[in-house]
């Protein structure tokens, strides 16, 4: 009775490991296969059938991806755009989402229902207008055309008028009696309680501006002043691509999202378990 | 220390509703006043205006001779503790006391002094430190009050401070508070639903319903002389036992009939009924459970108001007995001594301490004679 409950155990374990296994392979082959891929030579990386691991390791391609690529600006353009906007996210989505979510004003409702609409068009119908106010001031090929659609973020909103009406009004009552101003009760005493939803939208910021290659690719289309993305894309030819050059730059792009990773690990998993995006 | 008055407070609310109605109250320096009633009575719609924390729709409040009414929260020299303690989480036991203080510019030294004197007062020395999750029930309760205290207020506000702790620990900490109050001469306005808080801590008690008050007393004489049906129902635990009753007069006695019972009253309570105009009438008889007596002295003595009962229930309390019955469709219970031989099923007789019979008006449910 016993060993045979032990055996439809270790077997459902089994199966649970397998699928996990399975999962794992097909997340990592593709970064696997870029790595290999880069150390290829062209002809290498078209033949049928392929190969898997390359015939002679060589170092080419990465000094081919420097040469055609200015890293050093792009790293530091997406470094930037990834910073202000999640600066500008994190403080004005904190404002707004406790203003909607703690304060009495006229026509509150209303408003809040143009946040969750503007949330419900996709994100590409923005794209002209932003471009030709951009244009019209002049502010195209700059780090603040870059930061500009990521100044407030419907989502950020959203999300952090969530995490503020999960607070009881109690609190702030009592910040109230205590002696603080609207000002200071949201700055001393609520914004520090959403300090968790604000690490989770900060990371989703991130996320989102490092892989956002569509804005970049539009608004800034001086290489100097490129995102990692973007300057990316140029490595595409109409005719041709040079796959390994391609994946080499794609592995050196790649290194800040995984440092930073590295570091935000935490927050990384506990953003994505709070959005439900688990 | 501070006076409080309320001249004709009303709170009505955009959508027409009246949470409270004509409110008057005065309370005196270090005076421990309760309010109470059931849920939605208006008692912490009440407590939050004087608190600042809703606006008076009409009326005025006084302390200490100033009208408050447009005076912010911060400014009326209060303090308040609520119900869920609102203890700000991401701050030490220590910074949620000194935060009030902290706000004023109060020099650190001086900030140091107020919040390891309220700990010490509270026993809560040795948690200054720790955050408040880190804390029971009980010792946040404690940290709420701390944070009050430091203030050193004109006036305590505590909006059912009690109510979310088990009730050991409510017995305790009703104890302490009540200490407090002595230690401290502090005036306090208390909001509770606890009946036994009530009359344990207030020196007097608001009973609310419906927003309108109903009776301010001091706790005994809220027992003993509650001035309508509501209030005597809602003091006392088994609450008062009442029955529609037809008053007659029969051989120069008023006696009071219900389901085929009769109640000879006492003279002074005849001559109230009579006087009212009430003989031929309906009326409403209240005794209080310890006012009913199964001894054979107390039914030889009350043999006039006596009564038989069928007991349903038999409950031993230790010190006394509760014996739960019914009258025609009423439940009554009767607390009587523990050495009763009484048990369930037992038919026996009781009998009312026509002393202790409060007679209330059918229609106004007002107290006729108690």
């Known amino acids: 009775m016993n060993s045979s409950l032990e055996r439809s155990r270790k077997i459902r374990t089994a199966g649970v490991y397998a699928f996990f296994v399975i999962g794992s392979i097909v997340m990592i082959f593709p970064f696997v296969w870029m790595f290999l891929t880069s150390f290829k030579t062209v002809e290498e990386s078209m033949i049928i059938p392929p190969t898997i691991l390359p015939e002679a390791y060589q170092t080419k391609n990465y000094t081919d991806a420097m040469a055609s690529l200015p890293f050093f600006a792009l790293y530091k353009n997406t470094a930037l755009m990834i910073f202000w906007r999640v600066v500008c996210a994190v403080i004005f989505s904190s404002m707004a989402g406790y203003a909607f979510a703690k304060l009495n004003f006229k026509y509150k409702n209303a408003l809040f229902s143009l946040v969750l609409i503007q949330m419900m068009l996709p994100s590409q119908i923005f794209i002209t207008p932003q471009y030709q106010m951009l244009a019209k001031v002049g502010l195209t090929?700059?780090?603040?055309?870059?930061?500009?659609?990521?100044?407030?973020?419907?989502?950020?909103?959203?999300?952090?008028?969530?995490?503020?009406?999960?607070?009881?009004?109690?609190?702030?009552?009592?910040?109230?009696?205590?002696?603080?101003?609207?000002?200071?009760?949201?700055?001393?005493?609520?914004?520090?309680?959403?300090?968790?939803?604000?690490?989770?939208?900060?990371?989703?910021?991130?996320?989102?501006?490092?892989?956002?290659?569509?804005?970049p690719l539009i608004v800034n289309t001086d290489l100097k002043m490129m995102t990692l993305s973007s300057g990316l894309a140029t490595l595409r030819g109409q005719f041709a691509t040079n796959f390994p050059v391609m994946m080499a730059g794609s592995l050196l792009a790649m290194i800040p999202m995984v440092v930073l990773y590295l570091f935000f690990q935490k927050q990384f998993i506990e953003g994505v378990a709070m959005t439900g995006g688990k | 220390m501070a006076s409080v008055q309320l001249k004709n407070v009303c709170k009505k609310y955009p959508n027409g509703y009246e949470a409270v109605k004509d409110f008057n109250l005065d309370i005196q320096d270090k005076e421990f006043i309760i309010f109470v009633g059931p849920s939605g009575c208006g008692k912490s719609t009440t407590l939050r205006m004087v608190a600042g924390l809703e606006d008076i729709s009409s009326g005025e409040l006084i302390i200490d001779g100033k009208v408050m009414n447009d005076v912010e929260p911060k400014d009326r020299d209060i303090a308040m503790v609520f119900q869920s303690y609102a203890l700000y989480p991401h701050m030490s036991v220590y910074d949620n006391m000194a935060f009030s203080l902290k706000l004023k510019k109060v020099p650190k030294e001086e900030i140091d002094k107020k919040v390891r004197d309220a700990a010490r007062i509270l026993d809560l020395e040795k948690l200054l430190d720790r955050k408040p999750r880190a804390l029971s029930g009980g010792q946040r309760q404690r940290v709420a009050m701390g944070r009050a205290i430091v203030r050193s207020p004109k006036v305590f506000l505590m909006d059912e401070p009690l109510s979310n702790l088990d009730a050991k620990l409510r017995?305790?900490?009703r104890v302490e508070i009540s200490k407090l109050h002595q230690r401290l001469g502090s005036t306090i306005i208390y909001v509770t639903h606890d009946q036994t808080e009530a009359m344990t801590l207030g020196t007097r008690i608001v009973v609310m319903k419906d927003g309108i008050v109903q009776q301010i007393d001091t706790p005994q004489n809220l027992y003993d002389h509650p001035c309508n049906k509501f209030v005597a129902g809602f003091i006392g635990s088994p609450q008062m036992n009442m029955i529609a009753a037809d008053a007659v007069e029969e051989n120069g006695e008023v006696v009071l009939k219900f389901a085929g019972q009769?109640?000879?009253?006492?003279?002074?309570?005849?001559?109230?009924?009579?006087?009212?105009?009430?003989?031929?009438?309906?009326?409403?008889?209240?005794?209080?459970?310890?006012?009913?007596?199964?001894?054979?002295?107390?039914?030889?003595?009350?043999?006039?108001?006596?009564?038989?009962?069928?007991?349903?229930?038999?409950?031993?309390?230790?010190?006394?007995?509760?014996?739960?019955?019914?009258?025609?469709?009423?439940?009554?219970?009767?607390?009587?001594?523990?050495?009763?031989?009484?048990?369930?099923?037992?038919?026996?007789?009781?009998?009312?301490?026509?002393?202790?019979?409060?007679?209330?008006?059918?229609?106004?449910?007002?107290?006729?004679?108690?």
């Open chain 2, 171 to 173: 017995g305790q900490m």
């Open chain 2, 262 to 370: 009769n109640v000879v009253l006492n003279e002074n309570r005849a001559k109230a009924v009579k006087a009212g105009g009430y003989i031929g009438k309906k009326v409403v008889l209240g005794i209080r459970p310890e006012d009913i007596h199964d001894g054979a002295e107390a039914l030889q003595k009350f043999a006039k108001s006596s009564f038989d009962a069928e007991i349903k229930v038999y409950e031993m309390l230790g010190a006394s007995a509760l014996l739960y019955f019914n009258i025609e469709e009423t439940g009554w219970v009767a607390s009587v001594d523990a050495r009763t031989t009484a048990r369930t099923g037992d038919k026996i007789r009781l009998a009312m301490d026509t002393d202790k019979i409060h007679i209330f008006d059918y229609e106004t449910e007002k107290t006729i004679v108690d």
């Open chain 1, 141 to 215: 090929n700059s780090i603040f055309g870059l930061v500009f659609p990521g100044l407030v973020s419907a989502f950020g909103t959203f999300f952090l008028r969530q995490a503020y009406m999960g607070i009881p009004n109690e609190i702030a009552e009592a910040a109230y009696l205590d002696g603080c101003n609207q000002w200071q009760s949201f700055v001393k005493v609520m914004a520090p309680l959403t300090k968790s939803s604000m690490a989770a939208l900060a990371v989703f910021t991130a996320v989102f501006a490092y892989g956002d290659l569509m804005w």
